[in-house]
């Protein structure tokens, strides 16, 4: 997951709401995306909780929440993808969801999953695994988490930024301003918008599920 801001002000993989609300007005054809922003920023807020609540709600998102595991303690370089585990007894499985606590761009939360233990001259490394991403910032003693072992909090403002993709939330957005935009009057354009947010949302669970079950998956579609 890579954020559609990566030089805003969210945090590292994922941008804040008021980007993101920017960045689908834009797309929508808004020519002063801000201006209507800061006079409707009550009902994005709401459309943004929505999909929230959509995640939340979810048929798969008990599978996310059943698949967790205890808090570890790790540590991670800069421009390296081995995360070594100094502490905790958890075993990582392949494609195991982990949040290394301020290993991402600016200190901010690295979020990735486990591609495998290391391995040299045969012999796996124990507590050293391979991770997807590349660390942004030198961490030790860092906190290694499962990103997903609660439900999503909701926005309370749109500055706030959840763990939630870019793309699921840009669509989410777009699709519930388009239903109760008076102007749009458009039922084709609601239905293709509506279709786009849904696949997308199935899709963006469904990478987490299928993750977390450790299931056999091509790498591509988590990246």
């Known amino acids: 997951m890579v954020s559609f801001n990566s030089g805003g002000s969210g945090s590292g993989q994922f941008s804040t709401l008021s980007e993101l609300i920017d960045d689908a007005l834009r797309e929508m054809g808004e020519s002063s995306p801000t201006v209507l922003k800061n006079l409707e920023s009550e009902r994005f807020l709401n459309y943004a909780n929505r999909v929230v609540a959509d995640i939340n709600r979810h048929p798969s998102s008990l599978d996310v929440l059943d698949n967790t595991y205890d808090d570890q303690t790790g540590s991670i370089s800069s421009g390296s993808n081995e995360l070594v585990i100094s502490s905790g007894s958890v075993t990582f499985s392949t494609y195991t969801p982990i949040k290394i606590a301020g290993a991402g761009a600016s200190n901010s ?15 796996t490394v124990a507590g050293t695994y391979r991770i997807a991403d590349a660390a942004d910032t030198t961490v030790s003693g860092a906190v290694v988490s499962n990103p997903y072992k609660t439900r999503i909090k909701r926005y309370t403002a749109i500055t706030n930024h959840r763990a939630i993709d870019d793309e699921v939330m840009l669509e989410g957005l777009k699709s519930y301003y388009s239903i109760d935009d008076t102007d749009t009057n458009n039922t084709g354009l609601i239905t293709l918008r509506s279709g786009i947010y849904t696949n997308t949302l ?5 990478s987490i599920t299928n993750i977390q079950g450790a299931l056999t998956v091509e790498i591509n579609e988590y990246t």
């Open 109 to 123: 939360d690295l979020y990735s999953f486990v591609l495998g233990s290391k391995v040299v001259g045969g012999n």
């Open 202 to 206: 199935n899709n963006w669970i469904g």
